[in-house]
């Protein structure tokens, strides 16, 4: 499964670089567990975790896509659909001054990445 791969290591520096950003900002504030009321820490945990939350799915059924002979097109489609999805939505989320746009923008590449996959999982396994 070689897209799902290049995807996946692809994504890799974006999780290990937002689990830096929390374990940084801990360190600062000498707090071990939860935000300590820090509002930047807040942002960063929840950074980190909303990409824990959507980018090992879809990375799923990327895999999965591919495990079923799913057109390479479809594969890169659902991949930048998916790297662009969490970068924007990463990026947003962090600012203390949120830009909504940036958000929404990157939660609806991110779904559209997991609709594209799972459509391309569904068509594979039907035919």
């Not at 820490?41 to 939350?53: K, Q, W």
Request: net charge positive.
């Amino acid at each position: 499964m070689p897209i799902a791969a290049l995807y996946a290591a692809i994504l890799t520096p974006l999780f290990i670089g937002l689990a830096v950003r929390v374990v940084l900002r801990r360190n600062s504030l000498a707090t071990t567990i939860g935000d300590g009321g820090d509002a930047a820490l807040t942002r960063r945990i929840r950074v980190h975790g909303n990409f824990c939350e959507y980018a090992p799915m879809a990375l799923l059924l990327l895999a999965l896509a591919e495990s079923v002979a799913t057109p390479g097109w479809v594969l890169h489609l659902a991949g930048i659909l998916l790297v662009a999805g969490r970068c924007l939505h990463a990026f947003g989320v962090s600012q203390l001054n949120e830009t909504l746009g940036f958000r929404i923008v990157g939660m609806a590449l991110t779904f559209a990445s997991i609709i594209v996959a799972a459509l391309a999982c569904l068509a594979g396994a039907l035919a």
